[in-house]
Nanobody, 116 residues
Framework: QVQLVESGGGLVQPGGSLRLSCAAS????????MAWYRQAPGKQRELVAS???????NYADSVKGRFTISRDNAKITVYLQMNSLKPEDTAVYYC??????????WGPGTQVTVSS
C-alpha cells in the first residue's frame, strides 16, 4: 500500500515562512515526479510546484521567487519551503507522487493558514 505522509502545515503571519515535508513509502518513488498542489475553499486544486527525479523544477507563477521545492531521493521525501507567505496562500496543500504531476498517489493534505 502506497503511503504519503505530509507534515509542516500550520498558522503563520503574512510574511512568515513554513516548510512542508512529504515522505513516500516505496523505493520506486525515487524515480517519479514529486509535486505539491493546493486547494483553497471554493477553488479548484492547482499545481504549486513539481520536481522531477533528476531535479528539474516547475513553479506556479504565483509562487515563483517565494517557494522552493526540493527532494531527497535517499529518504524519498519532497519538501516545499514557503517564504514571504501571503493570505492568498491559505489552502490545503497536497503532496503528489507519480509518473507525472497530477497522477499517481496523493497525501491526505495539510492545512496552511496565513493570517494576522
Amino acid at each position: 500500500q502506497v503511503q504519503l505522509v505530509e507534515s509542516g502545515g500550520g498558522l503563520v503571519q503574512p510574511g512568515g515562512s513554513l516548510r512542508l515535508s512529504c515522505a513516500a513509502s516505496g523505493s520506486i518513488f525515487r524515480f517519479y515526479v514529486m509535486a505539491w498542489y493546493r486547494q483553497a475553499p471554493g477553488k479548484q486544486r492547482e499545481l504549486v510546484a513539481s520536481i522531477s527525479a533528476g531535479g528539474s523544477t516547475n513553479y506556479a507563477d504565483s509562487v515563483k521567487g517565494r517557494f522552493t521545492i526540493s527532494r531527497d531521493n535517499a529518504k524519498i521525501t519532497v519538501y516545499l519551503q514557503m517564504n514571504s507567505l501571503k493570505p492568498e496562500d491559505t489552502a490545503v496543500y497536497y503532496c503528489n507522487v507519480g509518473p507525472a504531476a497530477g497522477v499517481g498517489s496523493w497525501g491526505p493534505g495539510t492545512q496552511v493558514t496565513v493570517s494576522s
